[in-house]
């Protein structure tokens, strides 16, 4: 285990308190080839579960579709804390940060997909959030949920 996961881990609570509140997220997922795929996602974090939203087709979707394994990570990097000697090999970095190991899937169920839909519009637009999302939109719009099999956190303040 690395030395500040000992000394700097995040509990439960302040886990949930950063998935709730960080705006963006890097979703890993694995190419055709075993190569790394990562890519910044807006997110939900619900009942204990990620979901994303997006385009029902792109190489996101067909690497879950292949393998469903993935990795997220979110921080929040508050800024730098200097050095009093301005020594720059001494500056550290304020921040937390959560990893996510898990496994994703695709929701099918429509009343699942809606409500995460309005999830994630209550999140990133809230003064729409009485809107009542078409029907065709929310077909045709492509839920991820990522079982979360590990999650911790970190910080350094």
């Known amino acids: 285990m690395q ?3 000992k000394t700097h881990m995040l509990d439960r609570d302040e886990i949930d308190k950063l998935l709730n509140e960080i705006q963006t997220g890097c979703l890993a997922t694995v190419n055709c080839d075993g190569t790394p795929y990562v890519i910044p996602v807006h997110f939900v974090y619900l009942d204990r579960a990620i979901y994303i939203h ?4 792109g190489k996101k979707i067909e690497n ?3 393998n469903p394994f993935v990795s997220m990570t979110v921080y929040n990097m ?8 301005h020594n720059p090999c001494d500056t550290n970095t304020k921040y937390q940060s959560a ?8 929701l099918e169920d429509y009343k699942a997909k809606a ?4 999830k994630i519009v209550g999140k990133y637009t809230p ?23 590990e999650i911790t956190g970190k910080y350094y303040l």
Do not use: Q
């Not at 409500?115 to 309005?118: I, N, R």
């Open 3 to 5: 030395y500040r996961m």
């Open 54 to 57: 997006g385009l029902p087709k």
């Open 64 to 66: 879950i579709k292949m």
């Open 78 to 85: 508050d800024g730098l804390l200097l050095d009093a000697r």
């Open 99 to 106: 990893i996510i190991d898990g496994k994703a899937v695709l």
């Open 115 to 118: 409500k995460v839909l309005d």
């Open 127 to 149: 003064h729409l959030a009485d809107k009542t999302l078409p029907e065709n939109m929310v077909r045709g719009t492509a839920v991820i949920k990522i079982a979360v099999n």
